[in-house]
């Protein structure tokens, strides 16, 4: 599968779903989608385009909002197709991607002891780097704390 | 009723921080529980307090084994947020160091399951033919390891042309010492009886689990940074990449031994290939934006992600390092094994190292230590003489 026909089909299936498609340089492609979609976008590019998954970061950004990038490769391309999603701080709730991608399990116990963001249907919902007697609400990595 | 058998807070073979709760039925293994976070040290955090030069230091302290490919994703993720192409010498002297760390870090892991199998000739030599690597190293950034050689936009240090030839007559001198490891694991009924279809991934749970590297080039799966996103010299260098389809132990043994001819191969192209010329762009500034650098390391693809204010330290900083993907997979390579091939399994994905070792193994009803540590090596080692003597060797 080239990149070329990778872009055309995430246009075709998600047309007017992808709020914006931000080419930083040929290799590095962002793309920013509502919450909601998450769930049917990751599985698509799981299992009908076999991306692979890298990782998800979360960063805490001003004005009350947090962010999770999704970051996927293609076997043999040089593309890293980062998935931005924006939550609010009020509502920091997102569907896990563990039970479509395995791999996804510990980031997301990492995101949300470090973060304090809740990945609903997650299967395993524990600590993974924090005690377990570590304090409820407190994350580490949250600049409002 | 399934017995709990404790691996750690360390790893008995590589002495990393881990806790692995196997469970038992008789001698297999139908269940395990893997906990994290015995060594955590907030490195994300800290990148935060950091300049971007200071960053590369930083990150150099993740790993000290492969010291040099947190770097190497670290200044690939600045020179992406930066749109900076490095000079061509650079990219060269890049390339030939990471190559000569994946040669060492390879050598170590081949050299801790020669000895965990009790196979202690192997370990021995694995140690004194590291040293012709580690003195390479020694002779071209001044350190034996955490080499300090990469900055965004340039290498620190120059290599020096006169080491050439002498650099050259060193990774002659490797070639033999790969045979042999090669000849030592190929050749030996023994090995393959314990090695052969123990701890398999299958390509499917690979792609689940998102291995890097070994782990999942030995499971059939063709991944490597460094030809499918190319990075420093080694668009310009001829190579393989080693895949083999099994995903047992002997695969990724195989595999890891195998990689050890490609970069051999690629230092000599890069000694060749190089010419004189500048290796730094004296960057001073990075602008606001979001980078994200990938490098191959000796135990898979190095992911780091930076978002930048402007200013000069980054507002984020996300590191990946390929262990962290790799272990998980465990999960599934252990279960239906024995107790005996476990701690070699739990090792075969070559995790990161740490130091001091502690291995207990607890009867669950009485809450009792049965096994310490050297007993777990005695019972893998006991299992290879087992096999011996059936071969009559």
Redesign the interface.
Same mark, same amino acid.
């Given at each position: 599968m080239d990149w070329k026909s990778i872009k055309t089909g995430l246009q075709d299936q998600f047309a007017d779903k992808i709020q914006r498609w931000h080419e930083h340089n040929t290799r590095r492609i962002y793309l920013d989608i509502d919450a909601e979609m998450l769930e049917p976008v990751v599985t698509y590019l799981f299992n009908t385009l076999q991306s692979r998954f890298i990782i998800a970061s979360a960063v805490d950004k001003p004005n009350n909002m947090m962010e999770i990038i999704y970051h996927f490769d293609f076997l043999h391309l040089p593309q890293v197709l980062s998935l931005r999603v924006v939550l609010s701080k009020d509502r920091l709730e997102i569907e896990s991607i563990a039970p479509i991608i395995v791999g996804a399990e510990w980031i997301e116990r990492e995101i949300h002891e470090l973060f304090g963001i809740t990945f609903k249907n997650h299967p395993n919902p524990v600590h993974l780097l924090l005690p377990d007697d570590w304090p409820e609400g407190n994350y580490p990595l949250r600049r409002d704390q | 009723m399934s017995t709990i058998i404790p691996i750690g807070p360390y790893h008995p073979l590589q002495e990393e921080p881990e806790f692995f709760r196997l469970h038992v039925e008789g001698e297999k293994v139908v269940h395990l529980d893997i906990e /994290?976070?015995y060594n955590?040290r *907030?490195i994300?955090?800290l990148a935060e307090s950091k300049s971007w030069d200071q960053v590369v230091f930083l990150v150099e302290r993740i790993c000290g084994i492969c010291s040099t490919s947190h770097p190497a994703a670290a200044i690939n993720c600045m020179e992406?947020l930066g !749109?900076i192409v490095a000079p061509e010498r650079a990219q060269y002297i890049r390339a030939i160091i990471c190559e000569l760390e994946r040669i060492h870090s390879h050598l170590l892991w081949v050299g801790l399951a020669g000895h965990f199998l009790g196979y202690n000739t192997v370990w021995m030599w694995s140690w004194k033919y590291r040293e012709i690597v580690c003195d390479v190293l020694e002779k071209v950034t001044g350190n034996r390891q955490s080499y300090a050689m990469f900055k965004a936009g340039g290498v620190r240090r120059d290599l020096d042309q006169d080491d050439i030839p002498w650099i050259m007559e060193s990774m002659d001198k490797m070639k033999p010492v790969v045979d042999l490891f090669r000849g030592a694991v190929m050749d030996d009924p023994v090995l393959h009886a314990r090695l052969k279809g123990v701890g398999c991934l299958s390509a499917e749970d690979a792609?689940?689990? !998102?291995?890097v590297g070994p782990t999942a080039r030995a499971s059939g &799966? $063709?991944?490597d940074v460094r030809? %499918? %996103?190319?990075y420093f010299a080694y668009p310009w260098v001829d190579f393989d990449i080693v895949v083999y389809e099994e995903g047992d132990v002997y695969s990724k043994a195989m595999c890891r031994i195998d990689e050890l001819y490609q970069s051999v191969s690629i230092i000599e192209q890069c000694l060749k290939k190089m010419k004189p010329g500048p290796i730094d762009l004296n960057i001073k500034e990075l602008p606001p *934006? =979001?980078g &994200?650098g $990938?490098a191959e390391a000796p135990r898979g =693809?190095v992911?780091h992600?930076t /978002?930048s204010d402007g200013s000069n330290f980054p !507002? $984020?900083y996300?590191v $990946?390092a390929p262990s962290?993907?790799n272990i /998980?997979s465990n999960e599934k390579a252990v279960i239906g094994e024995t107790v005996a091939d476990a701690a070699l399994i739990l090792a075969a994905v070559d995790p990161c190292y740490c130091c001091t070792e502690r291995l207990t193994v607890i009867d669950e009803e009485n809450n009792k230590s049965v096994l310490g540590q050297a007993d777990l090596l005695k019972l893998s080692q006991a299992k290879t003489e087992t096999l011996m003597k059936r071969l009559s060797l």
């Open positions: - | /994290l976070g955590h *907030g994300e955090k992406d !749109a792609i689940n689990y !998102a291995v &799966i $063709r991944i030809k %499918d %996103d190319p *934006g =979001e &994200i $990938r =693809e992911f992600y /978002l !507002a $984020r996300k $990946r962290y993907t /998980l």
